[in-house]
């Protein structure tokens, strides 16, 4: 199979995405070995490896390991950059202290989300800027055709720098056994320079599991020359094989982070959905002299929206899906944006579009699933976040794990484990 690899691209035009046939990420071999793969944003990535529901259970319980190579990665550096990405981005990144990062989004003119992103200052004039796999060709352009003439850099190393997560109770514990560094000591979106397996690395305390854990950068790496990216790899996979560490793919990373009420780019955002429908406002800083698409979200947020993100979980048997419809009575009222079965609270869930008159916690409609109508109600989100080591949210309620397991855990399933340092 035809297989094209860029190198490191400084403000180069992206290539036709045509051109770009099934990449593979610096741990690819491993992959190969064990996983099941199928192509995922021109990626040659495993959908599973021991299997989507026991994966889910091992991030709840242990933790689990995340190839997530795949992801664009842009370093933007000189005295420009930080007026730069605040200009292209919906939160403030002139509040980043060094060491820390945020969660933002990028908006076109019309204030529809190009991409949800995080950014992270790891120099007092460098910032690595993080985004989804299949906008990178996307993003890159869109950085270069805004991008000031002089005063600051940016570099897509996308295919330089490898990266893994662990996610889960004992990913604290992985961390010191390989680096000798506590979780703890880093704050939530803050970075920290290790060394793991001997390798320089960047960590960071981030994830898309609605666990904690942590994300771990491999510079200066490929995938001609992969050598210290899999030596990291076998070093974390090494450090958690006491801890019932599970590899992670692409099916139980979706199922997670649905269960922690994290958007999919593409599936419940996109170009066409505003921050304001999506209830994102959180990420949204209007208060800036201004960025791209602040006056279309301001005008918006001041007429209203037609439609607004929430969070279901069903009443009756039924595992709702992407792009079913969501009915009041007989009428076709809203669509289905994301929908899984959720292992760890073994229901259906679902995020979706509905009318501001149905977006309260309470509210019930039906989902069209198959040739039925069946019930769902409207639940607070996340449906399920770890808020501390022995406590967890589950729809929008604080409770402890001993009261959880009782009231979610079925009869021979695993249950949520205490997090563990």
């Known amino acids: ?64 390991i995340f190839d997530v190579s795949h992801m664009g990665r842009v370093l933007a550096e000189g005295k420009g ?14 509040k980043l202290a060094v060491g820390r990062g945020q969660y933002s989004l990028l908006c076109n003119l019309k204030g529809g989300i190009m991409d949800d992103l995080t950014i992270f200052r790891i120099g007092s004039l460098r910032y690595l800027v993080v985004y989804n796999a299949g906008n990178r060709d996307k993003n890159w352009n869109w950085l270069l055709k805004n991008k000031p003439p002089s005063d600051m850099t940016i570099s897509d190393v996308s295919d330089n720098v490898a990266m893994f997560a662990i996610q889960g109770p004992r990913a604290g514990t992985v961390l010191w056994n390989v680096s000798g560094v506590k979780l703890e000591e880093v704050e939530k979106y803050g970075t ?56 992670v793919g692409l099916g139980a990373r979706d199922v997670l982070r649905l269960e922690a009420g994290m958007c999919l780019y593409g599936n419940d955002v996109d170009e066409n959905t505003s921050p304001v429908e999506a ?33 279901f979980r069903m009443k009756q048997k039924g595992i709702p899906r992407q792009n079913q419809d969501i009915f009041v009575d007989a009428e076709a009222v809203g669509k289905v944006s994301s929908g899984t079965f959720s292992p760890t609270l073994s229901v259906g869930i679902g995020m979706g579009y509905v009318p501001p008159s149905l977006a309260a916690v309470g509210e019930t409609f039906t989902v069209g699933i198959r040739d039925r109508r069946v019930q769902a109600e409207v639940v607070k989100l996340p449906f399920y976040q770890r808020r501390s080591e022995n406590q967890v949210v589950v729809f929008g309620e604080e409770m402890g794990l001993r009261e959880f397991r009782k009231k979610y855990s079925s009869s021979g399933q695993p249950t949520v484990a205490t997090a563990t340092h």
């Open 1 to 64: 199979m035809l297989r094209i690899i860029f190198s490191t691209r400084t403000e180069q035009p992206a290539p036709r995405e045509s051109l770009v046939l099934a990449r593979r990420t610096h741990v690819y071999e491993y992959h190969r070995k064990h996983g099941n793969i199928v192509e995922y944003a021109g990626f040659n990535l495993s959908v599973w490896f021991e299997g989507i529901i026991p994966e889910c259970h091992s991030v709840r319980n242990h933790c689990g």
């Open 81 to 94: 950059a930080e007026s730069f990405l605040n200009q292209l981005t919906t939160n403030d990144v002139s």
């Open 192 to 247: 920290r320079d290790v060394r793991v397996a001997g390798i320089p690395c960047l960590l960071t305390r981030s994830g898309y599991t609605g666990e904690d854990g942590f994300e771990i950068y491999v510079w200066n790496t490929s995938v001609e020359e992969p050598s210290d990216a899999v030596k990291v790899w076998e070093k974390l996979l090494l450090g958690g094989r006491e801890l019932g560490i599970c590899p």
């Open 279 to 311: 209830k994102l406002n959180w990420v949204v800083h209007l208060e800036k002299p201004d960025f791209v698409g602040k006056n279309a979200i301001m005008g918006l947020k001041e007429k209203g929206p037609s439609r607004v993100r929430v969070g």
